[in-house]
């Protein structure tokens, strides 16, 4: 079965600062692999997705993620943190049917 | 706005008794999922509908039900209410099934049982 482990419940950074949210998956056929966001009241908004393409994803505001099987991870990164970015965070895999299995959320604080 | 839209936004409810909850895919999309969100269970997979039939459960309780109507909106029915089912009850959508297309959410209904 597919699964993800999203490495760390609450990650704080400062502004300006890189942003690195962790994803490792577990899949027995070539995932699909997606990171969503979800602000405070709001429902989850996808922030990029990796289709087997290029392993180096880019998505909307400014983030990315590269996709490395030898590590079976799939990490999100930005270069440069802004408040508006603070939010939960979900890595989800692709499962029989097009149903996401997600991780158990990344939630972001981003200090002044 | 994905474009999924989810009745109500709000309920209170005494444990129990019994709620449907309703969402309106975006306009194309033919799969329907629902998803509950709450502190100590993340966000888990309920059940999935494709143009009207089940396609996959998940881990979706003997006191809840779902279905998908001709026009592809869908319900989901939580009956016997307990405390425990107050969570935070998504529903998503997608054009198809082959698990490279994005789900589009809606913003939620959020249930909580008194």
């Known amino acids: 079965a597919q699964s993800v482990t999203q490495l760390g419940s609450h990650v704080s950074v400062s502004e300006g600062a890189l942003v690195l949210l962790r994803c490792n998956y577990s899949s027995s056929v070539p995932p699909y692999l997606f990171w969503y966001v979800q602000y405070p009241n709001q429902g989850l908004q996808l922030l990029l997705k990796y289709t087997s393409a290029a392993t180096l994803v880019k998505g909307i505001n400014g983030f990315e993620a590269e996709f490395k099987k030898s590590e079976t991870s799939f990490h999100l990164t930005k270069p440069s943190a802004h408040m508006r970015d603070a939010a939960e965070y979900f890595c989800a895999v692709s499962d029989q049917g097009g149903k996401l299995i997600f991780g158990q959320g990344t939630e972001l604080s981003v200090k002044p | 706005d994905s474009g999924v839209t989810q009745t109500p936004k709000h309920l209170i409810t005494a444990t129990g008794q019994r709620v449907t909850l309703r969402c309106s895919p975006r306009?194309?999309?033919?799969?329907v999922y629902w998803y509950q969100q709450s502190l100590d269970q993340g966000l888990q997979f309920l059940i999935q509908y494709y143009n009207g039939e089940e396609r996959a459960k998940g881990n979706i309780l003997e006191r809840f039900s779902a279905q998908q109507f001709p026009d592809l909106h869908s319900e989901l029915n939580l009956s016997s209410l307990e405390l425990g089912d107050s969570a935070l009850y998504f529903c998503a959508s997608s054009v198809g099934t082959s698990g490279r297309e994005e789900l589009f959410f809606g913003e939620g209904s959020r249930l909580t049982v008194l």
């Open positions: 306009s194309g999309d033919l799969s």
